[in-house]
């Protein structure tokens, strides 16, 4: 079946520090790619998608590139901030079958940002 | 309201008792999900209902849970003599006919004692 493997956390970094959050993925077809991000406190909310190979979702300046090749959709961030302390989920939805949209996640990484 | 809401948003019940969480999606949106989320077991697909195609319930963990979706839009999730390990995060999420995006509501956190 689908899996979506993440990066295991926690993920601390000062406030202006790159960021990567690994992100795998096993699935057939041709699935859609997410990442989630869960505020303390709040919901989950969708940070960026990506539908297609090659495509490249982007959103308060995260980024994350569909890449087929290596089964992969890392998130980056240039320079973090003490407001991007959140958890984030990796996920992906296939398209097909009888529960279309069903999205499968990933672990879940902790991201910490210090000052 | 504009996004997914859920109810309770906190719920302390006591083991053996029966427990209803109610969601209300976005207006419009044909497809409802519910997920659980727990320490140490991340997010877990419980069941779907989209329109009026049977539900896929191949996610829910024992038949203690049933859920429900009356008329196409509210849904009931009832988990039946709760145990300690149903204790988490339940999550309510609808999707629009078109689109594959899925918008999650803050969810209703039970704790069974």
């Known amino acids: 079946g689908d899996s979506v493997t993440q990066m295991e956390g926690p993920v601390t970094l000062s406030e202006e520090a790159f960021l990567t959050i690994n992100c795998t993925y096993t699935a057939t077809g041709y699935p859609s790619l997410f990442w989630y991000v869960q505020y303390p406190g709040e919901g989950l909310q969708l940070l960026l998608k990506a539908t297609k190979a090659d495509d490249k979702g982007s959103n308060k300046g995260f980024e994350a590139t569909y890449r087929k090749e290596t089964t992969s959709f890392h998130l980056e961030k240039g320079s973090v901030q003490v407001s991007d302390s959140a958890v984030y989920f990796c996920?992906?939805?296939?398209?097909?079958?009888?529960?279309?949209?069903?999205?499968?996640f990933g672990q879940g990484t902790i991201l910490t940002v210090h000052p | 309201g504009a996004g997914v809401s859920q109810s309770p948003s906190n719920k302390v019940t006591e083991k053996g008792k029966d427990v209803e969480l109610r969601c209300d999606p976005i207006s419009g949106h044909t497809a409802l999900y519910w997920y659980r989320q727990s320490l140490g077991q991340g997010l877990e697909f419980l069941i779907y209902?989209?329109?009026?195609?049977?539900?896929?319930k191949s996610g829910l963990p024992s038949d203690r849970f049933s859920a429900e979706r009356t008329g196409g839009s509210v849904s009931t999730l009832t988990i039946q003599r709760t145990q300690q390990e149903d204790s988490a995060v339940y999550l309510c999420a609808s999707r629009p006919s078109s689109g594959n995006t899925i918008y999650f509501g803050e969810g209703s956190w039970l704790t069974v004692v």
């Open positions: 209902f989209q329109g009026n195609s049977a539900p896929d």
């Open positions: 996920a992906l939805s296939n398209a097909g079958g009888t529960s279309y949209g069903k999205l499968t």
